[in-house]
Each structure stands twice: as structure tokens, then as C-alpha cells.
């Protein structure tokens, strides 16, 4: 059952998706060659912390940690620890869900780290483009079809595959509600966006095949060919016009050209 939040629903998501976006604002300062994914696990929880938060992932399902910090080839859910550190070359995702006064926000983002060659930085940059340019169809009446398609024919003209095992999906009191948003998708079908729907678009995609592996720790899921893989998300609400990010902070949107 998709839920059609209030005014009031909407205004908690958004002050939980404020403090993803404060967390994300530090690490844009943190992340460099020598810091270990637990270093970043442990920035996540102090500034949620800090802004009156918790993180949802710690505890979900026996999740261990605070945040999902997937390096490489590891395309999502990867276990922080003070052994993976990060190198120049390296890409790495972090996924957050931030919980306040019960309502969710959930967000992630791709960093290149250090000095890197344009390969990393057109795979992270093809990301963040299948998102916009799905963002664009985003309003009442559209079906959900119409953006997973969207998604795949972006990462398609880059030459990259999408993950057809993970989706985006509604949020609010829940980490993951209906509807389910895969990003591939066929014009015209699936559920119809209506006002007031909160949800999650996130598009993954591969270097290479699409196929993905879950390692021992049963978690972590990585391209099977070895392949540098990224991950994009925000959390969004769809309004009468359009749509409204819930987890960047207004310097960004005026930075995007974005309604606040």
C-alpha cells in the first residue's frame, strides 16, 4: 500500500533527510587517502548524534554498523571497518538513514577519492545524471515506468548496465515502504505519482555486467566481474508540480537551480 503523507509527515522526513544532508556536508571535508571506512561509520553517528538522530541501518535486519560504505566494486551494503582504507583511485558510496522523532530520510553518495583518472569520475558523474534526468519526469500522474526507464536509457547512452537486484522505494515512518522503484522500467506502467507520495530513487550502476555476489559477511553485495560499480540516491516528495528534495541543504539546491 502506497501512503500519501501529510504536510506535517513531509516537514518530519525533511528534518531527517536535513540531517543526512548535514553528514554528507562533512564528509565533502573528510574523505581523502588514508581514511578507513570505519573512520567514516563513525563520523555518521556522531553528527546524527549530534542533530538530534540515530541511524536506522545500525540494528536493521542484524545490520552491524551506522552506515553502508561500499567501496569499488562493492555496490551496496558494505561493512565499515578499520581495515578497508581508501586510496587514490578509490570510489566510494555511502548510504544513510537518518531517523528523527520516528520519520526517515535516506540518501547516498559516490565520492572520488584523491587523485583518480576520468574513468571514476565518468562512472560517478553518469550516476548523478540518470538521477536528474529521471528527476525531470518526477510530478502527478506519471507513472513510475516512465522514470526506472529513464534511468537505464541514461546509464545505457554512457555505455554502463544498471543493478537489476536492488531498487528505491517509498519511505517515511518505515525505511522501506511501497512503492518499489527498480531503475529499469517501461514507459507507461507501474504505479501513477500522486501528491504527497515520499520515495527514494536511486540509481546503481555497473561497469561492466549487471550480475552481483552477496560476500560471507552476508551483506555486502559487489559486481561479479570485479568491476568499479556507484550508487545515488535522495529522498524526494512529489507535490503538485514536481517534486521537492527532502535531503539537501538550500545552499545545494540554489547551487542546482533547485525550488527550496
Request: with cysteine; glycine share 10%; proline share 4%.
Amino acid at each position: 500500500m502506497i501512503i500519501i503523507k501529510s504536510p506535517r509527515e513531509i516537514e518530519a522526513i525533511h528534518q531527517a533527510g536535513l540531517v543526512v544532508a548535514k553528514v554528507f556536508q562533512e564528509l565533502d571535508a573528510f574523505l581523502r587517502p588514508g581514511v578507513s571506512t570505519q573512520d567514516v561509520n563513525d563520523l555518521v553517528e556522531r553528527v546524527m548524534a549530534e542533530n538530534g538522530a540515530r541511524s536506522a541501518e545500525k540494528g536493521y535486519c542484524g545490520y552491524p554498523a551506522a552506515a553502508c560504505v561500499s567501496v569499488n566494486e562493492q555496490l551496496v551494503h558494505g561493512i565499515p571497518s578499520p581495515k578497508r582504507i581508501l586510496h587514490d583511485g578509490d570510489i566510494v558510496s555511502v548510504d544513510l538513514v537518518a531517523e528523527k522523532n520516528g520519520f526517515m530520510g535516506d540518501a547516498c553518495r559516490t565520492y572520488v577519492i584523491g587523485i583518480a583518472g576520468e574513468r571514476q569520475k565518468k562512472l560517478v558523474e553518469a550516476t548523478e545524471e540518470c538521477f536528474w534526468n529521471a528527476m525531470k519526469l518526477v510530478k502527478p500522474g506519471v507513472h513510475l515506468g516512465d522514470v526506472g526507464h529513464e534511468i537505464e536509457l541514461t546509464a545505457k547512452k554512457h555505455g554502463y548496465t544498471v543493478a537489476r537486484d536492488y531498487t528505491g522505494h517509498g519511505i517515511g515512518t518505515s525505511m522501506h515502504e511501497d512503492p518499489y522503484i527498480p531503475n529499469y522500467g517501461t514507459p507507461g506502467s507501474g504505479p501513477i505519482l500522486r501528491e504527497g507520495m515520499t520515495i527514494c530513487i536511486e540509481p546503481m550502476l555497473l561497469e561492466g555486467r549487471s550480475d552481483l555476489r552477496v560476500l560471507k559477511d552476508g551483506w555486502t553485495a559487489v559486481a561479479k566481474d570485479g568491476k568499479l560499480t556507484c550508487h545515488y540516491e535522495n529522498t524526494l516528495v512529489v507535490t503538485s508540480s514536481g517534486y521537492r528534495i527532502l535531503t539537501m541543504l538550500d545552499e545545494e539546491k540554489e547551487e542546482r537551480g533547485l525550488t527550496i
